[in-house]
């Protein structure tokens, strides 16, 4: 019997998903394990793989297209085989618009307020032609859009006349191209093609060709300018640090690590074939200062304060198209060989964009680690629901004061982000220095 | 013949009314008794127990299907009406077995008897010539293998149009309650009750005046349920009418129609005897119509011998010109109204025995066996054969094809159009000089003197077409639009009618269907209510439920009231509920020049017009030419040319467009007008192309405007013109609510200009 396959529920928040990219076509043959197709959800793009085996029968969600969870993306099944019936797939309300939608209506319904007939009330009263209200602006009219099609502008930006409620007419963008000096403006036949395609308007491209006319390079440089949606992925980065940026008071502290004890180390043990990252020191390191300063393990939105009986240390990963923070859980109780391996599995995934959202959550303080990248420093955006982040630097050698002489050592400069409703500046500064105390004995962080 | 002048003398002298008495049961005879004095013939008797056989094998054969007991077609599910004729059987072949070919008959919902005895019956007069004609593919065979293979064709095309199939009758267009032959004279079972008693009072008008159709009889088979239908009641006065044969009358002959009563006690569950009727016998109702009690008659209805007998005394009747005549035939119904009907819920088994006790077929089979016409073996043989029969054609009617889905809507209007009048109608018999139509300097006629000159060419050009209605002959009509026009084509064409709406439509449909152009007048519009059933489930579907096999070329004039003070009943403008009817074509004229280039084209045209005229325009004139000249249906005219909108607008609203387009004009607004002269057929091109150069359309009529066909012209405008369009379409109508005698109620109820030009503002 043929099998709908649904679109999982991938985390707990989504309600609509996007597949990004089918890996099978129709009439396919798939076995268990099989990855079907990538979906976008909000916090990173997944694979999902088939539970069934079987001949992909019919693929129902194409990709692109956003679509609620748990509807069926294909149906698989044996070679013409029946197809079953499948739920015609709701465009996703969201929720702003339906807000939107209604308010008039109601506003509407108010103003109305129908004057109490008591006599002769009409038993069928035909409804009155509901043109939008007059605050609304009306659409352009049908005729005005179709009429518009064979040029470059935005009908947005005509002030219309028509009707009561000023829609645009045809006669509008007739009166618009005239005023607007968009008839005068002279563009190539190729030029204008890719224009369309575009959907660029003339008026805004600036033209470099003889006699001022708009040649392909002018299009192709306004194309290039046009701005262009985000990926869910940088919409949701967008979102998240705006909201940090603007509701959490940062405050930073920066202190110097001498690392030069764990470099050694680290080449010791690289001889014997063990190959810790300097990342999974800092993190083990942070794990147990964390345990010391639990106002840095804790959540505040201002009014209250959660503390957070587990660390979980996230691990910020840049990928090619945004940044993901997979989570180390319970970071204090491992060991670092543990952590290593943990890191380096999760760091994989997320660079191949196979990290499960549950591998995301939970996160209670964040590393932000561009060590590799040659910086001196920087400071780093607190993770929204954590009340600090660690920028840390790269380790560069460095000459410094040691026992009265200069000596070149290992330094290494980390910054720590912190919000300042839930921790002080003192809090702050013994957070860092208990880290850099660690990272210098590496006793300490062997035991 | 002349005109007809009131002088009543009032004299109230003590008298009593007498009624004649109407004779019972009289028929006594045995079949010995009328074979030997050569009433009838063994060839004769043999046809009539075949004719009753080849009924109730068929209404048998639907009984089994229900049960699957059928064995040559067990697996075919029959799906459609089972009204059961069964124990009915001696009313349709004692009437169908002495008619002609060319006699007439229309049935019933219970129809199938009568349709199978007509067909049988005509079948069995018919020479090896007709039989030919009616069947070419048998054109090899000859004698009774040919007779015979006509005969099943008959049964054959019967049960494919009860099975649906495109080889039946009606091409499964009507089924088995619409069930008519055109060829053998049957006009048409009728699923409305009553509905077809006008008609075949209408058929027998044609065959009253036609002279080439003179002599033949029309049979109306009608139930008991029937006949306390108002049509039926309007028909039976209709047929009794004094001016047929007073001397007033032009042919002086009584209609030739035989009103038969078949009476099988129940009108679907209700009882003619003792509940919903008062009195014992239906017969009586005749005494309420004619003097002489139209010749009525209660005759046992389950006695083959006594129903040829009435029909064969009532046939001589109608030869001498007084018809016409009512025969109550007695007779049972066997089974429920149909097979879904638990009859044990209003009558008795017993009620049923007696009953089956007289069955028509035992007790002929009976009569035959005692008369010594066949013997045993022999009646087998006949019943063998009936039964074999019947089954090959019930096997081909199954394997039969069904009709096309691409031809759902298939034959709704016929192309055909009067192009030609046949020889023989182009001889016009006029009693008078032909009234003349004035013109004033300009030539201008006023609309109801075109109106007039249209219907009068029409009538100096084709013998077929006459005008009847209320008051039309010497009164001239009520807005004296056939004035004179007696004296010219004398009382045969130009005819006064009872106050009968729904008889005067639907005669007019009877007319039609034996080759009429009747013209019929409603006074206001608002009566056209009234005879709905016969405009609508009538005129406008027979042409599609018999598979093309008719044609209802009539017109039905009705003039719209409204504007003048005359409230609620007299005002409306009907015109969008004809429009919604499939089948009907609507006109409906703004200007003199219309009035008679669409009334000319409506007379011809072939299919049911309903011809709106708008009493208010009857004095407005234009110019009108005086030669001859159509204006085709579904051609819109564009009465003003504009650029900025388009006004769709038709009948006494277009003059009032006319000056809100003035209006308009002042502030720079141009509008162009578009008549459509006819809602259906619509000109819908003309229309779209309008308002795919103005972008802007309001449809305007004097129709209330919930549900109008403004309605239809904004949604139709809607999907075609849709990126055309630079503003919504509006329609203006009258208020929605009833037409106030106020003046300054009406004039707020219907459309004023300033709704049109207010309209027009919303949209620039």
Same mark, same amino acid.
């Given at each position: 019997?043929?099998?709908?396959?649904?679109?999982?529920?991938?985390?707990?928040?989504?309600?609509?998903?996007?597949?990004?990219?089918?890996?099978?076509?129709?009439?396919?043959?798939? @076995?268990?394990?099989?990855?079907?197709?990538?979906?976008?959800?909000?916090?990173?793009?997944?694979?999902?793989?088939?539970?069934?085996?079987?001949?992909?029968?019919?693929?129902?969600?194409?990709?692109?297209?956003?679509?609620?969870?748990?509807?069926?993306?294909?149906?698989?099944?044996?070679?013409?085989?029946?197809?079953?019936?499948?739920?015609?797939?709701?465009?996703?309300?969201?929720?702003? +618009?339906?807000?939107?939608?209604?308010?008039?209506?109601?506003?509407?319904?108010?103003?109305?307020?129908?004057?109490?007939?008591?006599?002769?009330?009409?038993?069928?009263?035909?409804?009155?032609?509901?043109?939008?209200?007059?605050?609304?602006?009306?659409?352009?009219?049908?005729?005005?859009?179709?009429?518009?099609?064979?040029?470059?502008?935005?009908?947005?930006?005509?002030?219309?006349?028509?009707?009561?409620?000023?829609?645009?007419?045809?006669?509008?963008?007739?009166?618009?191209?005239?005023?607007?000096?968009?008839?005068?403006?002279?563009?190539?036949?190729?030029?204008?093609?890719?224009?369309?395609?575009?959907?660029?308007?003339?008026?805004?491209?600036?033209?470099?060709?003889?006699?001022?006319?708009?040649?392909?390079?002018?299009?192709?440089?306004?194309?290039?300018?046009?701005?262009?949606?985000?990926?869910?992925?940088?919409?949701?980065?967008?979102?998240?640090?705006?909201?940090?940026?603007?509701?959490?008071?940062?405050?930073?502290?920066?202190?110097?690590?001498?690392?030069?004890?764990?470099?050694?180390?680290?080449?010791?043990?690289?001889?014997?074939?063990?190959?810790?990252?300097?990342?999974?020191?800092?993190?083990?390191?942070?794990?147990?200062?964390?345990?010391?300063?639990?106002?840095?393990?804790?959540?505040?939105?201002?009014?209250?304060?959660?503390?957070?009986?587990?660390?979980?240390?996230?691990?910020?990963?840049?990928?090619?198209?945004?940044?993901?923070?997979?989570?180390?859980?319970?970071?204090?109780?491992?060991?670092?060989? +543990?952590?290593?391996?943990?890191?380096?599995?999760?760091?994989?995934?997320?660079?191949?964009? @196979?990290?499960?959202?549950?591998?995301?959550?939970?996160?209670?303080?964040?590393?932000?680690?561009?060590?590799?990248?040659?910086?001196?420093?920087?400071?780093?955006?607190?993770?929204?629901? +954590?009340?600090?982040?660690?920028?840390?630097?790269?380790?560069?050698?460095?000459?410094?004061?040691?026992?009265?002489?200069?000596?070149?050592?290992?330094?290494?400069?980390?910054?720590?982000?912190?919000?300042?409703?839930?921790?002080?500046?003192?809090?702050?500064?013994?957070?860092?220095?208990?880290?850099?105390?660690?990272? +210098?004995?590496?006793?300490?962080?062997?035991? | 013949?002349?005109?007809?002048?009131?002088?009543?003398?009032?004299?109230?002298?003590?008298?009593?009314?007498?009624?004649?008495?109407?004779?019972?049961?009289?028929?006594?005879?045995?079949?010995?008794?009328?074979?030997?004095?050569?009433?009838?013939?063994?060839?004769?008797?043999?046809?009539?127990?075949?004719?009753?056989?080849?009924?109730?094998?068929?209404?048998?054969?639907?009984?089994?299907?229900?049960?699957?007991? *059928?064995?040559?077609?067990?697996?075919?599910?029959?799906?459609?009406?089972?009204?059961?004729?069964?124990?009915?059987?001696?009313?349709?072949?004692?009437?169908?077995?002495?008619?002609?070919?060319?006699?007439?008959?229309?049935?019933?919902?219970?129809?199938?008897?009568?349709?199978?005895?007509?067909?049988?019956?005509?079948?069995?007069?018919?020479?090896?010539?007709?039989?030919?004609?009616?069947?070419?593919?048998?054109?090899?065979?000859?004698?009774?293998?040919?007779?015979?293979?006509?005969?099943?064709?008959?049964? *054959?095309?019967?049960?494919?149009?009860?099975?649906?199939?495109?080889?039946?009758?009606?091409?499964?267009?009507?089924?088995?309650?619409?069930?008519?032959?055109?060829?053998?004279?049957?006009?048409?079972?009728?699923?409305?009750?009553?509905?077809?008693?006008?008609?075949?009072?209408?058929?027998?008008?044609?065959?009253?005046?036609?002279?080439?159709?003179?002599?033949?009889?029309?049979?109306?088979?009608?139930?008991?349920?029937?006949?306390?239908?108002?049509?039926?009641?309007?028909?039976?006065?209709?047929?009794?009418?004094?001016?047929?044969?007073?001397?007033?009358?032009?042919?002086?002959?009584?209609?030739?129609?035989?009103?038969?009563?078949?009476?099988?006690?129940?009108?679907?569950?209700?009882?003619?005897?003792?509940?919903?009727?008062?009195?014992?016998?239906?017969?009586?109702?005749?005494?309420?119509?004619?003097?002489?009690?139209?010749?009525?008659?209660?005759?046992?209805?389950?006695?083959?011998?006594?129903?040829?007998?009435?029909?064969?005394?009532?046939?001589?009747?109608?030869?001498?010109?007084?018809?016409?005549?009512?025969?109550?035939?007695?007779?049972?119904?066997?089974?429920?109204?149909?097979?879904?009907?638990?009859?044990?819920?209003?009558?008795?088994?017993?009620?049923?025995?007696?009953?089956?006790?007289?069955? &028509?077929?035992?007790?002929?089979?009976?009569?035959?066996?005692?008369?010594?016409?066949?013997?045993?073996?022999?009646?087998?043989?006949?019943?063998?054969?009936?039964?074999?029969?019947?089954?090959?054609?019930?096997?081909?009617?199954?394997?039969?094809?069904?009709?096309?889905?691409?031809?759902?809507?298939?034959?709704?209007?016929?192309?055909?159009?009067?192009?030609?009048?046949?020889?023989?109608?182009?001889?016009?018999?006029?009693?008078?000089?032909?009234?003349?139509?004035?013109?004033?300097?300009?030539?201008?006629?006023?609309?109801?003197?075109?109106?007039?000159?249209?219907?009068?060419?029409?009538?100096?050009?084709?013998?077929?077409?006459?005008?009847?209605?209320?008051?039309?002959?010497?009164?001239?009509?009520?807005?004296?639009?056939?004035?004179?026009?007696?004296?010219?084509?004398?009382?045969?064409?130009?005819?006064?009618?009872?106050?009968?709406?729904?008889?005067?439509?639907?005669?007019?449909?009877?007319?039609?269907?034996?080759?009429?152009?009747?013209?019929?007048?409603?006074?206001?519009?608002?009566?056209?209510?009234?005879?709905?059933?016969?405009?609508?489930?009538?005129?406008?579907?027979?042409?599609?439920?018999?598979?093309?096999?008719?044609?209802?070329?009539?017109?039905?004039?009705?003039?719209?009231?409204?504007?003048?003070?005359?409230?609620?009943?007299?005002?409306?403008?009907?015109?969008?509920?004809?429009?919604?009817?499939?089948?009907?074509?609507?006109?409906?004229?703004?200007? &003199?020049?219309?009035?008679?280039?669409?009334?000319?084209?409506?007379?011809?045209?072939?299919?049911?017009?309903?011809?709106?005229?708008?009493?208010?325009?009857?004095?407005?004139?234009?110019?009108?030419?005086?030669?001859? *000249?159509?204006?085709?249906?579904?051609?819109?005219?564009?009465?003003?040319?504009?650029?900025?909108?388009?006004?769709?607008?038709?009948?006494?609203?277009?003059?009032?467009?006319?000056?809100?387009?003035?209006?308009?004009?002042?502030?720079?607004?141009?509008?162009?007008?578009?008549?459509?002269?006819?809602?259906?057929?619509?000109?819908?091109?003309?229309?779209?192309?309008?308002?795919?150069?103005?972008?802007?359309?309001?449809?305007?009529?004097?129709?209330?405007?919930?549900?109008?066909?403004?309605?239809?012209?904004?949604?139709?405008?809607?999907?075609?013109?849709?990126?055309?369009?630079?503003?919504?379409?509006?329609?203006?109508?009258?208020?929605?609510?009833?037409?106030?005698?106020?003046?300054?109620?009406?004039?707020?109820?219907?459309?004023?200009?300033?709704?049109?030009?207010?309209?027009?503002?919303?949209?620039?």
């Amino acid at each position: 019997m043929a099998t709908k396959i649904p679109i999982p529920k991938l985390g707990q928040s989504e309600e609509t998903v996007k597949i990004e990219k089918w890996r099978v076509k129709e009439g396919d043959t798939i @076995k268990k394990g099989d990855i079907l197709f990538e979906v976008e959800t909000d916090k990173a793009v997944l694979e999902v793989e088939s539970q069934f085996e079987g001949t992909l029968l019919k693929i129902v969600v194409p990709a692109g297209k956003e679509v609620p969870v748990m509807c069926t993306a294909a149906v698989i099944g044996n070679p013409g085989e029946a197809l079953p019936a499948i739920d015609e797939i709701k465009a996703p309300a969201t929720k702003t +618009e339906a807000s939107k939608a209604a308010a008039p209506t109601a506003a509407k319904t108010a103003s109305a307020a129908p004057k109490v007939e008591t006599q002769n009330a009409p038993a069928y009263k035909a409804p009155e032609p509901v043109f939008s209200t007059p605050a609304a602006k009306a659409k352009p009219s049908p005729r005005a859009r179709n009429f518009a099609k064979d040029y470059l502008i935005d009908l947005n930006k005509i002030t219309g006349t028509g009707g009561e409620n000023g829609r645009v007419t045809e006669k509008d963008v007739r009166n618009y191209l005239e005023s607007s000096g968009y008839l005068s403006k002279k563009i190539t036949p190729a030029a204008f093609n890719v224009a369309q395609k575009e959907k660029l308007e003339l008026l805004s491209i600036e033209a470099s060709g003889e006699n001022g006319r708009i040649t392909l390079a002018d299009v192709k440089a306004a194309a290039f300018e046009k701005p262009k949606e985000l990926s869910t992925i940088r919409k949701v980065i967008a979102k998240r640090l705006t909201t940090s940026k603007q509701q959490i008071p940062h405050f930073y502290v920066t202190v110097s690590v001498d690392m030069s004890s764990i470099m050694e180390m680290r080449k010791r043990l690289k001889e014997e074939g063990i190959n810790y990252s300097v990342n999974v020191f800092i993190i083990k390191a942070v794990a147990m200062a964390l345990k010391e300063f639990p106002s840095l393990n804790s959540e505040t939105d201002g009014n209250t304060i959660k503390n957070k009986s587990k660390i979980n240390v996230g691990v910020a990963v840049s990928l090619d198209n945004g940044l993901v923070v997979p989570v180390v859980r319970n970071t204090d109780k491992k060991a670092l060989d +543990e952590i290593q391996d943990e890191v380096a599995e999760l760091a994989e995934k997320a660079r191949k964009g @196979k990290l499960l959202p549950e591998e995301m959550k939970g996160g209670s303080f964040t590393i932000s680690n561009m060590g590799m990248l040659g910086v001196e420093n920087f400071v780093a955006i607190i993770n929204p629901g +954590e009340s600090g982040i660690l920028a840390v630097s790269s380790t560069i050698p460095t000459p410094v004061v040691k026992d009265g002489q200069i000596v070149i050592r290992d330094m290494m400069k980390i910054t720590l982000s912190a919000d300042h409703r839930a921790v002080d500046g003192s809090e702050g500064a013994k957070f860092v220095n208990s880290v850099k105390i660690k990272l +210098e004995d590496k006793n300490f962080l062997l035991t | 013949m002349g005109n007809y002048y009131s002088d009543l003398v009032p004299d109230f002298k003590a008298q009593e009314i007498k009624f004649e008495s109407i004779k019972a049961y009289h028929y006594n005879k045995s079949l010995k008794d009328e074979l030997k004095a050569k009433k009838i013939n063994k060839e004769e008797v043999q046809e009539l127990y075949e004719s009753m056989l080849v009924i109730r094998e068929f209404e048998e054969m639907i009984l089994k299907l229900r049960t699957g007991a *059928y064995e040559i077609i067990k697996e075919y599910e029959y799906r459609g009406p089972t009204h059961l004729s069964i124990g009915q059987e001696a009313t349709a072949t004692g009437a169908c077995s002495v008619m002609n070919i060319t006699d007439l008959i229309t049935s019933t919902h219970r129809g199938h008897g009568d349709s199978m005895a007509k067909g049988y019956h005509a079948i069995r007069r018919m020479t090896e010539k007709e039989l030919k004609e009616r069947c070419p593919e048998f054109a090899d065979k000859k004698g009774d293998e040919l007779l015979e293979a006509v005969l099943e064709d008959h049964v *054959y095309r019967t049960i494919a149009e009860l099975f649906g199939k495109e080889e039946g009758y009606g091409k499964g267009r009507g089924g088995g309650m619409h069930i008519a032959d055109f060829r053998v004279g049957h006009l048409g079972a009728n699923a409305i009750v009553g509905g077809g008693v006008p008609i075949a009072t209408g058929a027998a008008m044609t065959c009253r005046l036609d002279h080439d159709k003179k002599g033949r009889v029309v049979c109306c088979f009608a139930g008991d349920g029937a006949y306390a239908n108002g049509v039926v009641l309007e028909s039976l006065n209709w047929a009794s009418q004094d001016q047929f044969t007073s001397s007033m009358a032009e042919t002086n002959f009584g209609l030739p129609i035989i009103y038969c009563i078949v009476n099988n006690h129940f009108g679907m569950t209700g009882r003619a005897d003792g509940e919903v009727t008062g009195i014992d016998f239906l017969a009586r109702r005749a005494a309420g119509f004619k003097n002489n009690n139209m010749h009525a008659e209660v005759v046992c209805g389950m006695d083959v011998m006594a129903v040829r007998d009435a029909i064969l005394r009532a046939k001589k009747i109608i030869a001498e010109g007084k018809g016409p005549v009512l025969l109550e035939l007695d007779t049972y119904r066997y089974y429920g109204h149909s097979l879904s009907d638990p009859r044990n819920e209003y009558r008795t088994k017993e009620e049923e025995e007696r009953w089956k006790h007289i069955d &028509p077929l035992i007790t002929f089979r009976q009569a035959i066996l005692d008369s010594g016409a066949f013997s045993e073996k022999e009646v087998a043989a006949i019943e063998k054969k009936v039964a074999d029969r019947n089954a090959r054609a019930a096997r081909r009617a199954v394997d039969s094809p069904d009709p096309d889905p691409v031809d759902v809507i298939k034959y709704m209007y016929t192309d055909s159009f009067c192009n030609e009048v046949p020889e023989k109608y182009k001889k016009v018999h006029l009693v008078g000089k032909v009234p003349e139509v004035k013109r004033d300097s300009e030539g201008r006629v006023n609309y109801r003197d075109a109106i007039k000159e249209g219907i009068m060419e029409e009538m100096l050009r084709d013998n077929r077409v006459v005008l009847y209605g209320e008051d039309v002959s010497d009164y001239g009509g009520a807005f004296k639009l056939s004035k004179n026009m007696l004296e010219a084509f004398g009382r045969d064409r130009v005819f006064n009618t009872p106050i009968s709406e729904a008889c005067i439509c639907g005669t007019a449909v009877g007319m039609a269907m034996t080759g009429y152009r009747p013209i019929a007048e409603l006074m206001y519009m608002d009566f056209a209510l009234m005879a709905s059933d016969q405009i609508s489930n009538q005129a406008a579907k027979w042409h599609y439920m018999t598979g093309a096999s008719t044609k209802v070329p009539i017109v039905v004039r009705c003039s719209v009231g409204g504007g003048k003070g005359y409230g609620g009943q007299h005002s409306q403008s009907l015109e969008s509920m004809f429009a919604h009817i499939p089948g009907t074509y609507v006109a409906y004229p703004s200007n &003199p020049y219309d009035a008679k280039g669409l009334i000319k084209t409506a007379i011809r045209d072939d299919n049911p017009v309903v011809f709106v005229e708008g009493q208010l325009l009857y004095n407005v004139k234009g110019v009108v030419p005086k030669e001859e *000249y159509l204006i085709p249906f579904g051609q819109a005219n564009i009465i003003r040319e504009g650029k900025d909108i388009t006004f769709v607008v038709w009948g006494p609203a277009v003059a009032d467009a006319m000056k809100a387009a003035d209006e308009l004009e002042k502030d720079g607004i141009s509008v162009e007008i578009i008549d459509p002269r006819t809602l259906v057929p619509f000109d819908w091109e003309t229309v779209f192309a309008s308002v795919r150069k103005t972008g802007r359309c309001v449809a305007i009529s004097q129709c209330v405007d919930i549900g109008s066909f403004t309605g239809e012209i904004v949604s139709q405008i809607t999907a075609a013109c849709f990126d055309q369009l630079d503003a919504p379409v509006l329609k203006v109508g009258a208020k929605n609510g009833i037409a106030p005698q106020a003046y300054t109620l009406e004039a707020a109820f219907l459309p004023s200009v300033k709704d049109m030009t207010d309209a027009a503002k919303k949209l620039i």
